[in-house]
């Protein structure tokens, strides 16, 4: 069945360093990626989208990559500060379907 | 706007009630969908609606049923809840449009003892 799935260890970084996080997929091959935020007791934020045509994408102190070859997305944070630990959750699209995988805390230490 | 509202927040249930679940969203998105969440798993789609009238199952469908009568809204309904449906349950809408993400709510917490 497909499937989407993240380090379910945490990555624990210090400020000021670039935490890059992994999404890889199996057997299927999902249009767009997208990632989302989520802190303790609150509802996911979206973050980025990437299709599966783009190579990579950046917002601000963010960015995404798409490589159909590994089969795999990566997330990166520059710059990284403690406001930025969470938990990074990563969705692909099966047709009409979002599924996501189980996530990656990030904890950022000053 | 107030986006995706979900009620209740909290809710207790005994093994054998039914409850609906709520889920209003203000945006005129067409797809909405329901995910539950446990403790160190991601998100899991139990179903999903890509616009009134439509619905479809997602991964963990069983012991879940869903109508989409109006756009605004996408109740979930437990007809005889269980132990293993304790969870966190997450509505999210989304335009049906390229290059949107999820507008999810801010979730129910569901403990049926």
């Known amino acids: 069945s497909q499937k989407i799935e993240q380090n379910s260890e945490a990555l624990n970084i210090q400020e000021g360093k670039t935490a890059t996080l992994t999404c890889n997929y199996t057997n299927y091959s999902p249009a767009y990626l997208q990632w989302y935020r989520q802190d303790p007791g609150r509802g996911p934020v979206f973050l980025l989208l990437?299709?599966?045509?783009?190579k990579e994408k950046r917002k601000e102190r963010l960015k995404v990559t798409f490589d159909t070859t590994l089969k795999q997305s990566l997330f990166h944070i520059t710059a990284s500060q403690p406001a930025d630990s969470a938990t990074y959750l990563c969705?692909?699209?099966?047709?009409?379907?979002?599924?996501f995988g189980g996530g990656t805390r990030l904890m950022v230490k000053p | 706007n107030a986006g995706v509202t979900q009620t209740p927040k909290f809710q207790v249930l005994k093994t054998g009630q039914s409850m609906t679940l709520q889920c209003a969203q203000d945006?005129?998105?067409?797809?909405m969908s329901w995910y539950r969440q446990d403790p160190g798993m991601g998100l899991r789609l139990i179903h999903y609606?890509?616009?009134?009238?439509?619905?479809d199952q997602g991964e963990v469908p069983n012991g879940y049923n869903v109508s989409r009568s109006t756009t605004e809204d996408f109740p979930l309904r437990l007809l005889s809840a269980a132990p293993s449906q304790t969870s966190v349950y997450f509505c999210a809408s989304n335009p049906g449009v390229a290059n949107y993400g999820y507008t999810f709510g801010s979730g129910t917490r569901l403990t049926v003892v």
């Open positions: 945006m005129n998105h067409e797809y």
């Open positions: 990437i299709r599966e045509n783009e």
């Open positions: 969705g692909g699209n099966a047709g009409n379907m979002l599924t």
């Open positions: 609606s890509v616009g009134a009238g439509i619905t």
